[in-house]
């Protein structure tokens, strides 16, 4: 049913991007290259040889993006740091300050407009001289990246209440390092996805502390991370190993992060039991699943002030039988995932509208870890019109995740505290080039001054906002009060005994 109510006071609303997907500016004023520039500039990785070398430009159009922000009446902006961009080498000893001054800039501007700046240290873009030593395998990378991260709070803490530290750790170690889609291009489905998930959750612990301990008493801001999560819908309610299935999925898409921040610092027992017993019947020496010491898990345990993740579609998942080889992160889950061919499609397959699930999705949230504050820190719909202004599938895709939300919030009690949709004007989608647009604004990608649109979904996103939901419209309203006291009641016998009368006569 369409449920009508507004979120509370002080819910924040917003829209995201991410740097290298809308930035462009590749090398400009001494920014160092990242993975991400080096991949897409070699032919065939990326469809239609997509590249983020211009993007948006919005590392030239600080203003332009910033009035889209105010034409929206957005209570926040996420965006996110590019690390190369601020230091070229990924270390401390080369700081570019023109990057700074952007950031500045942007930052600047947001908070003159009431538009609460959302932080993210790292969204995929890690500087190639960082790779060229190991990258996210080597365990170099938590001090560097706290180096960076401990810099950004010196910078902009001042003014940024809102960090997170890393975005979709769960696809950067699976999509880098298990299926290799992503840059560095790993394929090592079976221990790599493993050993880098490792890593990301020491290094967002690492950052998380320094907060702690250096920045939080005099900037009194917030940090989280923030994964990507499907849905799991089990493909047969009454079967309870589909229902296991589901949970098993959940566990190991998210848990594997958020298990061990807001549970007990350890991965979920599935999936050190799953892992450590495919590794035993593997014939390996040990579990490829890494292990916490006492102490890591004690420093991992509580990580994070909020519960951000982003989130697009289902999954109906079912148990499977997997095989042992060859070793696989997907086979250790033992499900099958499919979906629903009454769903609407999109421009990303995996990406089909299923409003529903989401409602599902926060009380999974709200059951398996206690209720904590809930931020969706991403959620839309990409479409491949090269021009969709009219993008009534869009408006759909909000109308009925949003009132989704606003069933858990209103009736089942989640402690939502913000929405963002994804994303504020169509830009680079990784892999998938310019294809999809996501925007609430349409990009002319042919025309050099990359000019902004409003769609219609932004005029529709805009009214949600100012709203603070989705109000029952003042016409369906059912009106209370009384009449006069002298007013007359009557009834006309003819209507209400109209058989019993024409008997009479």
């Not at 009194?220 to 849905?231: D, E, K, N, Q, Y």
């Not at 299935?245 to 799953?274: C, R």
Request: aromatic share 16%; proline share 7%; with cysteine.
């Amino acid at each position: 049913m369409y449920f009508y109510g507004t979120f509370p006071e002080d819910f924040t609303w917003g829209v995201s991007s991410s740097a290298y997907q809308i930035e462009g500016g590749w090398d400009a004023d001494g920014k160092g290259p990242s993975i991400w520039d080096n991949f897409t500039h070699v032919p065939g990785n990326v469809n239609n040889n997509g590249t983020g070398d211009i993007a948006c430009d919005s590392y030239n159009r600080v203003e332009e993006d910033i009035y889209m922000l105010r034409a929206l009446g957005a209570k926040n902006y996420r965006f996110s740091l590019s690390w190369p961009r601020i230091f070229p080498t990924g270390r401390n000893n080369s700081i570019n300050s023109h990057g700074v001054a952007y950031y500045n800039r942007l930052i600047d501007g947001l908070i003159a407009n009431n538009i609460t700046p959302i932080v993210t240290l790292y969204h995929w873009d890690l500087p190639q001289a960082l790779q060229d030593i190991g990258g996210w395998e080597s365990n170099e990378l938590i001090d560097l990246f706290n180096s960076f991260a401990d810099f950004c709070f010196q910078t902009f803490g001042d003014r940024v209440k809102f960090w997170i530290t890393i975005n979709e750790p769960n696809i950067i170690a699976w999509m880098g390092y298990g299926n290799g889609l992503f840059p560095p291009n790993v394929k090592e489905p079976g221990s790599a996805p493993y050993r880098v998930a490792h890593i990301l959750l020491k290094a967002h612990a690492r950052v998380y502390h320094t907060y702690d301990d250096k920045y939080r008493t005099s900037q009194g801001g917030v940090i989280a991370l923030c994964p990507f999560i499907s849905w799991a819908e089990p493909k047969t309610l009454s079967d309870p190993r589909d229902i296991e299935a589901a949970d098993s999925y959940l566990q190991f898409l998210v848990g594997w992060f958020t298990h061990p921040i807001f549970k007990n610092g350890d991965y979920p027992e599935v999936m050190k039991w799953k892992v450590g017993n495919r590794s035993e019947l593997q014939n390996l020496p040990s579990s490829r699943l890494p292990v916490f010491t006492a102490e890591e898990r004690e420093y991992i345990r509580g990580t994070a002030d909020v519960f951000c993740f982003n989130t697009y579609s289902t999954k109906i998942v079912k148990y499977s039988t997997t095989p042992l080889t060859p070793f696989s992160y997907e086979y250790d889950q033992e499900v099958s995932l499919t979906f629903d061919s009454s769903w609407p499609s999109s421009a990303l397959p995996a990406h089909r509208p299923v409003a529903w699930g989401l409602r599902r999705l926060l009380n999974w949230i709200k059951e398996e870890y206690r209720n904590p504050p809930i931020y969706i820190s991403e959620n839309g719909v990409g479409e491949k019109a090269k021009s969709d202004v009219d993008d009534n599938a869009r408006i759909f895709y909000y109308k009925t995740y949003i009132d989704e939300a606003l069933k858990a919030y209103k009736v089942d009690g989640v402690n939502l505290k913000g929405y963002n949709a994804w994303s504020l004007m169509d830009n680079f989608e990784w892999v998938d080039g310019y294809d999809p647009r996501f925007g609430l604004h349409q990009i002319d990608f042919d025309n050099p001054n990359r000019p902004r649109t409003p769609k219609r979904s932004a005029v529709y996103y805009a009214e949600i906002i100012r709203n603070n939901g989705i109000p029952l419209p003042k016409e369906d309203e059912f009106l209370y009060g009384e009449f006069p006291e002298n007013f007359l009641w009557s009834a006309h016998l003819g209507q209400i005994f109209p058989h019993s009368l024409k008997n009479r006569q």
